[in-house]
């Protein structure tokens, strides 16, 4: 099982930016279909973000032309660049991996390993 490591996130304004990133200790993600997922307050967990082992990422549609994820796979990880960020974001955000993901959607698939979680936070 991965061990996922996260770091990134914590508070931002209206409009700003924040980078999450994911890093499986002892191993690399290149080979794992790899997401982001967040839970905001009084919300389900949704999946917003996801990068296959092969093939193009997807994206939630409420974050899409905002988040960018991709693979590092000098450094092993795989990072979620936010911009434009609103209040709506505020949420603890999840890397997992292995996950399912596809073109057109994205899910936990079967048991995947989980990062620790980061708290990210958007308000004026």
């Known amino acids: 099982q991965l061990h996922l490591v996260q770091s990134g996130g914590g508070f931002v304004q209206p409009g700003g930016s924040l980078k999450l990133s994911c890093a499986a200790r002892d191993y690399t993600l290149k080979q794992y279909s790899t997401g982001w997922f967040r839970r905001a307050p009084g919300k389900e967990r949704e999946g917003i973000a996801c990068?296959?082992?092969?093939?193009?990422?997807y994206y939630e549609h409420s974050v899409k032309g905002r988040f960018t994820i991709r693979r590092d796979n000098a450094q092993k990880t795989v990072s979620l660049e936010m911009n434009n960020l609103t209040p709506e974001d505020t949420a603890v955000y999840f890397c997992a991996a292995p996950i399912r993901c596809d073109s057109g959607s994205m899910g936990p698939g079967g048991v995947p390993s989980w990062g620790q979680g980061t708290q990210v936070v958007v308000s004026s």
């Open positions: 990068i296959p082992d092969v093939g193009t990422p």
